[in-house]
């Protein structure tokens, strides 16, 4: 199982970013995928999930209306859509799969997080 991010970078306050999470090496609809961040100095955090055969979402609450999740079943990829972006969204952006059993709510939450596949990260900066 392998995942690799990319879209970040340095982006000015109420600008946009688009992140991608390319997956190999598994049945991508087998699959619950989670888009996390860490700022420097704070905890690891869930920004959105998606369970890719079924389509079922969940955001946190700091980024429900301006993020918005995407899969691309054929090109094996999550997306995460960032719109009016602020300075505390800045962080290293994660992707992670888990088994789609474990729905986005509760993967957001972290539940089966630690023994799932994680990518190399990307990082998000916005200045103010």
């Not at 990319?6 to 087998?30: E, K, M, N, Y």
């Not at 055969?53 to 955001?59: C, E, M, P, V």
């Not at 799932?116 to 916005?126: A, K, L």
Request: hydrophobic share 30%; with cysteine.
């Amino acid at each position: 199982v392998q995942l690799a991010e990319s879209g970040g970078g340095l982006v000015q306050a109420g600008g946009s970013l688009r992140l991608s999470c390319a997956a190999s090496g598994f049945t991508f609809d087998d699959y619950t995928i989670g888009w996390f961040r860490q700022a420097p100095g704070k905890e690891r955090e869930g920004v959105s999930c998606i369970t890719v055969s079924d389509g079922t979402i969940h955001y946190a609450d700091s980024v429900k209306g301006r993020f918005t999740i995407s899969s691309d079943n054929a090109k094996n990829t999550v997306y995460l859509q960032m719109n009016s972006l602020k300075p505390e969204d800045a962080a290293v952006y994660y992707c992670a799969a888990g088994p789609k059993f474990i729905t986005p709510y509760f993967y957001w939450s972290g539940y089966g997080t630690q023994g799932s596949s994680w990518g190399q990260g990307t990082q998000v900066t916005v200045s103010s």
